[in-house]
């Protein structure tokens, strides 16, 4: 990688000096020296992590500088730092800003270079939400791992440690130094529409050890992992996105569960935490949500539990944070309940210019301010920030999604499929013996940059294997001519193969296997189901003798489950979360650490 004064020289004559017309001296550099010559609105700046529209910073397709005029005002990201001089910049598949890992580095150093090239120039923290599994913003080519209910069913922090360590070096290849992972939730509630699979499982003491595994590859990487959704939003029936969701958990239930990862993560040094935009009566009762509650971000994450890093909010254009107070107030508070970072706020003239009028008033003080504008500067520091805050665009391709980490992740992924039923040793099966496969199913939309749909890429696999395999979509709502044309299908077929993904008792995936495993029966001919997010599936599809649980629905995720189940690796996974009854929640069906395999 060429050295910083070697790109420096190369970009237009722009420096990373931060302040004008000098190269930055090691005091310059000092985050204390930083905050005392920054100027009120440079402060305020430095609070944001903003979106921005487009593949570049200067010159975005006119499609982004439409919607950068729309909602935040102006037309690239070189104006955006200009006018706000915010401290972070997060990047969003939507927003355009992923095409592929070259074009991503190139709109990193435009960030850079547009950021410190203004008077008392700083480097920016770019961020982005790659928790792997089902939630992905940049894709192919990089490499994708499992997801972290999968990395929890293979139980190994050796392997949470090198997807850190691997993914964090590619993000950090491309000139993103912080990411929104771990996620440091224990998902106890199999109705949880946001969490499930994100969550590494169901037990305490196990997801704090995988959060603080992942944490530490991270940060051999160089790039700040964000153990998140403090204080824990393993338990909810509600999407913050779009609802409030309130926990009910008393005061001891969190202390034993719900901070166990976050005090692990702690432990560990995560550079940053990120609260929930939950209720938590037994923390607060003020009925505010934990973003804007100071007994929680400051009582508890600061005091009681000594956190001294940066905290950064979930997106506040999240409902969840929104249905109380008003755009122009959200931001106020959070800073006063003693966050570091507002990210994505809907309106940033509007938040900005309410921190701003808040200290000029008095509301908040300019020393609370300061307070989060040296961690952040310290973040910074402490990231290399100030001393490489380019990358190398020509070495990205050595980096991103090279040959072994892909391999790493295939070898990670065989370590996590769990074989949950096998009644009379159904799997595995042989091309031999069934050399026709027909994979019917779920495909819903591919997380990013997998290549989809899950029942094309599950068949490919399979065929690879030495199967004949078809695909045939069913969707996630069958209707009675779609499993009918399945059922007339599997005439065809020496062994079927069915995708499902949140399966439900009323619902039309349940219909298709129960129809599938009825029709085959009489047969003798296999029917295997591999659910492909949530490993509840197995509760509402007892006829099943066969049953998978792949966690995701990620390519990794599928050719792992591909190589199950025609027995060239062993399952090995055990499950990180309980699978209760169906028809008696109280009752457990499938025990955490339960998984079958060949042999046994």
Known sequence: MPSRRTVLAATAGVTAALTVGAAAS???????????????????????????YGHSATAPDQADVDANRTELG?????ELLARYRPGGIIYFTWAHNTRDPRQLADLSNGIQRASLGQPRGLPVLISTDQEHGAVCRVGRPATLFPGAM???????????????????GELRAMGVRQNYSPVADVNVNPANPVIGVRSFGADPDAVAALVAAEIEGYRSAGVAATAKHFPGHGDTAVDSHTGFPVITHTRQVWETLDAVPFRAAIAAGVDSLMTAHILVPSLDASGDPATLSRPIVTGILREKLGYDGVVVTDALDMAGV??????DRVPVLALKAGVDQLLNPPKLDVAFNAVRKAVQDGELTERRLDESVLRILRLKTRLGLFDEPYVDPAGV???????????????????????????GQVLPLSPRTHPRVLVVGADPASPTGTTGPPTGVLAAALTELGFTATALSTGTAPPP?????AVTAADTADAVVVTTYNVTADGGQRTL??????????????????SIRNPYDAAQLLLVKAHLAAYSWTDVELRAAARVIAGTVAPRGKLPAPVRRADDPTQVLYPIGHGLTYGA
Do not use: C, W
């Not at 929104?322 to 755009?327: A, M, P, S």
């Open 26 to 52: 090691a005091s310059d550099r000092d985050p204390s020296a930083l905050l005392a010559r920054m100027t009120l609105e440079e402060k305020v700046g430095q609070v944001f992590v903003s979106r921005v």
């Open 397 to 423: 391709g050595r980096t991103v999604g090279a040959r072994a980490h892909l391999a790493a992740a295939d070898g990670i992924a065989e370590r996590t499929t769990t074989l949950l039923v096998n009644e």
């Open 322 to 327: 929104r249905t109380k107070y008003g755009d």
């Open 74 to 78: 102006v037309r690239t990201a070189a």
């Open 481 to 485: 001519e779609t499993i009918t044309q």
């Open 150 to 168: 999968a990395i929890g069913a293979g139980g190994s922090r050796a392997d949470a440690r090198t997807l850190g360590r691997l993914a964090g």
């Open 513 to 530: 296997v129960e129809q599938l495993a009825k029709h085959l029966a009489p047969t003798g001919r296999p029917l295997v189901v591999v």
